[in-house]
């Protein structure tokens, strides 16, 4: 039974997390160090990890005083549903590593706070579960792997109420990742593998990077297994004007500037340098959303600017799901929130109004 969310727990999170930092350290104490290595490290020198959270740090707002704003609404709209701002939980799996409830409190936590989920596919429970314990959990991510297996999943997702597929582009093997590979961390198969294990399945999650599947798709083998969904999908994973252009010409219905939180190839470029190219590429005609790197609500607000349609967070999720379960989660989003509340109040701007002027160089 996954742990409820109750005033209680929900008062007992506030009071114990003022800020996000607190919680980060609470998730880092409660996590064995080969795991928080897991969590936080990245691939190669983690060149890219620390360009994404240094890339905000290099704008500043230039606010607007007296802007007779009468209120911050900061709710928003994605594939034709609201959500209380323009912010989801990325996928992230082993979620049962970080908390015994995983991405069943992550959809509770999600649906509490009126914001939306994507659910992984290697998952520690199956996606049925985690849909029912939140119809936050909107989407849901995977790979390209196994046709068989993707076709399974697919038809899963469609019958238990997911909008739309998000398909991970950035990791046909996993990244060159020296913080786990110097630890002691190893993979508990058991945690990520509940999707596979259900009846009809292949009783385990496909080895990723195992046999040629996982490299040898091309946009149209992908986008032609894809358009027999009734599902939308989403490309999670592209870092350029070509991959956003290719995307959409091959049916996405939006995109994720995301580098997986650098954790895939390193030395690539920091998500928010790259969301203006992308988002010129796109002209508009799907929604770009960013990941990688946001570390607090003026973040969120800084990629709004520059022209993303909504946000995800990983590891600060993670941090907040490992703090307290969905209670952590909850007062995690909260933070966010009310930081971005803040910090658009002070701005004297509502995110319709957020685009590039509203920044310049640090
Ligand atoms: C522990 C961990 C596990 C992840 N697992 C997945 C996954 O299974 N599928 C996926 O598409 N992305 C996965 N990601 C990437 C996230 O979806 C997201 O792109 C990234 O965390 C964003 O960067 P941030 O952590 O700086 O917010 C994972 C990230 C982390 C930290």
Not at 30 to 39: E, G, I, Q, S, Y
Not at 77 to 94: D, I, R, T, Y
Not at 155 to 162: I, L, P
Request: hydrophobic share 45%; glycine share 10%; with cysteine.
């Amino acid at each position: 039974m996954a742990e409820p969310l109750t005033d209680e727990s929900i008062a007992g999170a506030r009071a114990a997390f003022r800020t996000l930092e607190q919680v980060e350290r609470a998730a880092r104490r409660r996590m064995p160090a080969p795991v928080w290595d897991f969590l936080a490290g990245g691939s190669g020198a983690e060149d890219t990890l620390r360009d994404n959270t240094a890339a905000f740090d290099r704008w500043r707002f230039r606010p607007r005083a007296l802007s007779g704003m009468r209120s911050v609404g900061m709710s928003s709209e994605l594939f034709g549903k609201s959500m209380a701002a323009p912010l989801l939980v990325a996928p992230f799996a082993p979620d049962g590593l970080f908390h015994q409830d995983g991405f069943k409190a992550v959809a509770a936590a999600c649906e509490a706070a009126g914001l939306a989920a994507v659910a992984p596919s290697s998952c520690s429970f199956p996606m049925e579960e985690v849909r029912s314990a939140g119809e936050s959990a909107r989407f849901f991510q995977l790979p390209p792997t196994e046709p068989d297996v993707m076709r399974w999943l697919i038809e899963r997702a469609e019958k238990a109420g997911y909008e739309a597929l998000f398909v991970t582009v950035d990791q046909p093997v996993i990244g060159w990742r020296e913080r786990v590979r110097a630890g002691d961390f190893t993979f508990d198969q058991s945690l990520t593998g509940a999707n596979f294990a259900v009846p009809g399945g292949p009783g385990r999650a496909p080895v990723l990077g195992s046999g040629s599947r996982w490299l040898d798709w091309t946009w149209e083998t992908l986008s032609s297994l894809l358009s027999r969904s009734s599902l939308p999908f989403v490309v999670k994973g592209v870092l350029t004007a070509e991959d956003a252009r290719a995307a959409v010409r091959f049916g996405a219905a939006g995109v994720v500037v995301s580098n997986h939180g650098g954790r895939q190839l390193h030395s690539v470029p920091a998500t928010l340098r790259q969301l203006p190219e992308v988002v010129e590429a796109i002209g508009g005609s799907v929604p770009v959303l960013l990941d990688s790197g946001l570390r607090r609500g003026s973040d969120v607000v800084k990629a709004l600017a520059l022209g993303a349609d909504a946000v995800l967070i990983g590891r600060a999720a993670a941090h907040g799901l490992a703090a307290g379960g969905a209670s952590g989660l909850l007062r995690t989003l909260e933070l966010f929130m009310e930081e971005m509340t803040t910090v658009l109040a002070l701005l004297g701007r509502n995110p319709p109004q957020l685009t590039p002027e509203v920044l310049q160089p640090s």
